[in-house]
């Protein structure tokens, strides 16, 4: 085994935030589980699992409606929710959060509703080789409705995003440029506060990606300078069926509805209705309160820790990730971002990924295999997926020696 990296920090003890998460307790056959998928979706501390339950068990109504205890109890709890996610993102005021079921919701919201009432033919809409499926599906559904042209920026070979290229594809064609803030696909954190600086160059609106970036960060939509910036509860630590979107609150308040409903509108009769404000105007129908309210745990059990410890463990996760992959020859890194988070993605020999997948899963190591939802990006590369290990807070450098240790076995079994 290698000697210590010198990152390692001593401020952030992840074995005792492990005994915050029940189900890292847990085995796979007679093995202990390695929980190598956080990309996928992160694991709930014991709070968030509480939250949960509380609502359901004391508070459940529902919200803005009813004149009654528990619909009171619900709706500030909803909301005392939303502001804490307007703290987490720094956001200016709490009507620019508004939730979705995640950020794919979020993305097709601002397509739908921005792209809807802005875009023309001969507009442009930039997105970078790497984004999810999620920043690039709903672009080319308001494309094809609308007559823009969606245009992928390239990423090198590093997996990073080729700044030069994208400077020459800026020009005043271009209305928006959707970039996600860490590749789920590589880890590559890219350079958004550049690139935000440089859409606004020509008069571009930036949306942000931030399923992953948000895990792994503290966020800050100033300092990024984005116009939208979207992310999904359960990759930061809290329930699924919960995200968030957050916009600039000139652009949200000149939007359009998205869905129609109730909760959106002030007034509704059959020869036409008016709607609410910001954020209620995106929200139609009852919403998920106790997602919401499990989210808040979350962010507020992440406010509770050492963020700065934390992001240099995950650096050190990942940095003694590559110092052991450079051990074993027939593993090959697919990308090598200089900025990377929490992220590893590699090929070994020629076995497929999810025989990989496969071979690991049996030994207690859970990765994903496989193209990620990152199609234009595994094309790039000219390879049909890779193997992801994905890091969280409570992962430990033993359980990357058991990646490697099931590694080796894969390599018996499959080269
Ligand atoms: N990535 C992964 O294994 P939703 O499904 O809406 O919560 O998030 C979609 C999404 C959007 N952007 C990025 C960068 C993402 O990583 C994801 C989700 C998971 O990589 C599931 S495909």
Not at 45 to 70: M, T
Not at 101 to 115: D, F, K, Q, Y
Not at 276 to 296: D, M, Q, S, W
Not at 300 to 326: C, F, I, K, S
Request: glycine share 8%; aromatic share 8%.
């Amino acid at each position: 085994m290698s000697a210590p990296h010198p990152l390692r920090p001593a401020a952030f003890d992840p074995q005792a935030v492990r005994e915050d998460f029940p189900i890292l307790a847990r085995r796979v056959g007679d093995r202990p589980l390695a929980y190598l998928d956080n990309a996928a979706t992160s694991q709930k501390p014991r709070v968030v699992i509480d939250a949960v339950a509380d609502y359901y068990r004391l508070h459940n109504a529902n919200v803005h409606r009813a004149a009654h205890l528990l619909s009171d109890e619900a709706t500030a709890a909803f909301e005392e929710a939303r502001a804490q996610v307007a703290r987490f993102l720094r956001s200016p005021s709490v009507e620019q959060v508004i939730w979705t079921r995640g950020t794919t919701e979020a993305i097709n919201l601002v397509a739908a509703s921005w792209g809807g009432a802005h875009l023309r033919p001969g507009d442009r809409i930039l997105a970078t080789e790497m984004e999810h499926h999620s920043n690039i599906v709903p672009w080319q559904l308001i494309c094809a409705r609308t007559g823009a042209e969606l245009v992928p920026v390239p990423v090198t070979e590093r997996g990073e995003v080729d700044l030069a290229a994208y400077e020459r594809l800026l020009d005043e064609r271009v209305k928006l440029v959707a970039v996600t803030q860490v590749s789920n696909a590589l880890g590559t954190v890219n350079p958004v506060p550049e690139m935000a600086r440089l859409a606004k160059g020509v008069g571009a609106l930036v949306l942000v990606d931030g399923a992953q970036g948000a895990a792994h960060f503290p966020v800050d939509v100033a300092a990024l300078g984005c116009d939208f910036y979207a992310f999904s509860g359960h990759k930061v630590y809290g329930p699924t069926g919960i995200g968030v979107l957050w916009g600039k609150r000139e652009l949200l308040e000149a939007m359009p509805p998205y869905q129609g409903g109730g909760e959106m509108i002030e007034t509704v009769s059959f020869a036409g209705s008016t709607w609410n404000r910001l954020p209620y105007k995106f929200e139609a129908g009852t919403p998920h309160i106790a997602g919401a309210v499990g989210l808040a745990a979350a962010l507020r059990y992440l406010e509770g820790l050492d963020r700065e410890a934390v992001v240099a463990h995950e650096a050190d996760l990942l940095a003694y990730t590559r110092e052991r992959a450079a051990e074993l020859p027939a593993l090959r890194p697919v990308g090598e971002p200089r900025q990377a988070a929490g992220i590893f993605s590699f090929l070994l020999g020629d076995a497929h990924p999810a025989d990989v997948g496969t071979v690991l899963d049996q030994l207690g190591v859970a990765v994903r295999a496989g193209h990620h939802c990152a199609q234009p990006l595994m094309a790039r590369f000219g390879i049909p997926g890779t193997v992801r290990a994905s890091f969280a807070l409570y992962n430990t450098r033993e359980e990357v020696d058991r990646l490697f240790a099931a590694l080796a076995k894969a390599c018996d079994l499959l080269l």
